[in-house]
């Protein structure tokens, strides 16, 4: 399970970009954080295995609390998170298959790292991991040379090969057309269901949010102001996170008579009162 608790991160600008924001993510489920530009949605994504580091709050995941850790120690907790970023984050003159087993990285030496010298198992693992996302046959293809979608089918299969325990999702179909942006969230959602592990993903469109997502996080500027199933995502939920709109308190516009009883009643009980 990860747990986020209260959150911060102030850059020394004195912008805050996180204000206190804390999260449960549990099971399998794919949890979506929305919000407009500037909210902090990125933020709170890199800060939680701390490739941005935050200033204040906790984060754990299975017990291990992430934020107390540094060095080798932080290095292999980072096994554990899978990330799968927005500009996918591959070395485009490497071919697929080499991108891809940069997930395993993390598990061998530095010397078989700078050879790329990967255990066998691996690379059968890295096989049918290609095939899985669907790029079988471009193991050899370099980077540069595939589709957005491709690529963000490599950042996929490079995350999976880490066989992480959660998978941080930073705007994975911005720069992709409406087609090929759903095949990524079915293939992301199809990942949580089969590997059993939970799906924490930042994204800008709230129809695939509401389409795709178990729970929605809504944040806005650093704070969060929504949490809840897609189906919670009204209009109200909606004005306040994009246009910072209050929700109406209820109790603050109940006139004194709505325990039941109508005004003229009252009045009628109050004029009996004055008679007896």
């Given at each position: 399970?990860?747990?986020?608790?209260?959150?911060?991160?102030?850059?020394?600008?004195g912008?805050?970009?996180?204000?206190?924001?804390?999260?449960d993510?549990?099971?399998?489920?794919?949890?979506?954080?929305?919000?407009?530009?500037?909210?902090?949605?990125s933020?709170?994504?890199?800060?939680i295995n701390?490739l941005?580091e935050?200033?204040?709050?906790?984060v754990?995941?299975?017990?291990?609390?992430?934020?107390?850790?540094?060095?080798?120690?932080?290095?292999?907790?980072?096994?554990?998170?899978?990330?799968?970023?927005?500009?996918?984050n591959?070395i485009?003159?490497?071919?697929?298959?080499?991108n891809?087993?940069?997930?395993?990285?993390?598990?061998?030496?530095?010397?078989n790292?700078?050879r790329r010298?990967?255990?066998?198992?691996?690379?059968e693992?890295a096989?049918?991991?290609?095939?899985?996302?669907?790029?079988?046959?471009?193991e050899?293809?370099?980077?540069?040379?595939?589709?957005?979608g491709?690529?963000?089918?490599v950042?996929?299969?490079?995350?999976?090969l880490?066989?992480?325990?959660?998978?941080?999702v930073d705007e994975?179909?911005?720069?992709?057309?409406?087609?090929?942006?759903?095949a990524?969230?079915?293939?992301l959602?199809?990942?949580?269901?089969?590997?059993d592990?939970?799906?924490?993903?930042?994204?800008?469109?709230?129809?695939?949010?509401?389409?795709?997502?178990d729970?929605?996080?809504?944040?806005r500027?650093?704070?969060?102001?929504?949490?809840?199933?897609p189906?919670?995502?009204?209009?109200?939920?909606?004005?306040?996170?994009y246009?910072?709109?209050?929700?109406?308190?209820?109790?603050?516009?109940?006139s004194?008579s709505?325990d039941?009883?109508?005004?003229?009643?009252s009045?009628?009980?109050?004029?009996?009162?004055?008679?007896?």
């Open positions: 399970m990860l747990s986020v608790t209260d959150l911060q991160k102030t850059y020394p600008s912008d805050e970009a996180l204000k206190g924001v804390s999260l993510v549990t099971g399998n489920e794919t949890v979506a954080v929305i919000g407009p530009s500037g909210a902090g949605k933020t709170f994504i890199r800060c701390r941005t935050p200033t204040g709050g906790t754990e995941l299975d017990g291990l609390e992430i934020t107390g850790l540094s060095g080798k120690e932080l290095r292999n907790a980072r096994r554990d998170m899978g990330m799968i970023f927005q500009e996918y591959l485009e003159r490497l071919t697929v298959m080499e891809v087993l940069s997930g395993r990285l993390g598990y061998v030496s530095t010397w790292a700078f010298k990967f255990d066998g198992d691996d690379i693992r096989y049918e991991v290609l095939e899985r996302v669907g790029l079988e046959g471009h050899n293809n370099r980077a540069d040379e595939l589709s957005g491709q690529r963000q089918r950042g996929i299969a490079r995350a999976i880490q066989r992480p325990k959660i998978l941080l994975p179909t911005s720069s992709l057309d409406p087609e090929t942006s759903r990524v969230m079915d293939l959602v199809e990942i949580a269901d089969e590997d592990i939970p799906v924490l993903i930042n994204i800008h469109e709230v129809d695939l949010a509401e389409e795709y997502s729970q929605i996080v809504g944040l500027d650093g704070e969060k102001v929504f949490e809840g199933t189906e919670d995502l009204d209009e109200t939920a909606r004005g306040q996170i246009r910072g709109e209050e929700i109406p308190d209820e109790s603050a516009v109940k004194p709505d039941g009883s109508s005004a003229s009643d009045a009628t009980q109050e004029g009996a009162m004055r008679r007896g």
